[in-house]
């Protein structure tokens, strides 16, 4: 009997390759292809999911992040493949925190979709060793200390550096020293314009969720 596959993606044509992998072998049928994550953990409570592929950053504001980690606390023997385009470290790190399976981006694939399917539903957990390189200005993601991104984060959900100082436990000249690097390191002119860049390289995206 086949696998039964979950698909969460809001991009049509992310759903439709997704599809298609699936698709295109004996061993797996689409149960149901979706495109808001807010709704994902009561598909699997309808039926027997036996894999979920979520994707994290959804235009309604719901987290693909969020709704895995809801499956896995639920329904712990449905395997969660997570797929993003984003090179936003903290999506790793969350996801490995959650309990997934395996974590694929779209952009750099080091293993063919399908390949990951199966050695996941073989009970295998495939995570890449870390982001995609991505440059920012004049740097590259790997380039950025794992505060600077923090404080990149937080600046790209427009908080101030007093906000932020208070959000990370900082001192206010400490963010403001972080704040300064990161412009002179990516050569960008202001911390709007640096925020914007970080969010369209998708190096630090901003909190999203259902809180």
Known sequence: MPYQVLIVDDQIMSRQLFENFVSGSENYRVAASIETAKVADAYCAGCQIDLAVIDIVMKDGFS????????????????????????????????????????????????????????????????PDSPPVTQLGFAKNTELTERELDVLRLLAEGLTDREIAERLWLSLSTVRYHVNNLISKTGHSSRTELAVNAVRSGIAIPNIGET
């Not at 712990?76 to 996801?95: G, H, N, Q």
């Open 64 to 127: 693909g992040l969020d709704a895995a980690q809801r499956i896995k606390a639920s329904y712990p023997a449905t395997k969660i493949i997570i797929v993003t385009s984003m090179p936003d470290a903290m999506f790793l790190k969350r996801a490995k925190e959650i309990g997934v399976d395996a974590f694929w981006y779209k952009e750099v694939q080091e293993l063919p979709m399908r390949e990951v399917m199966d050695r996941v539903m073989a009970g295998e957990k495939i995570f």
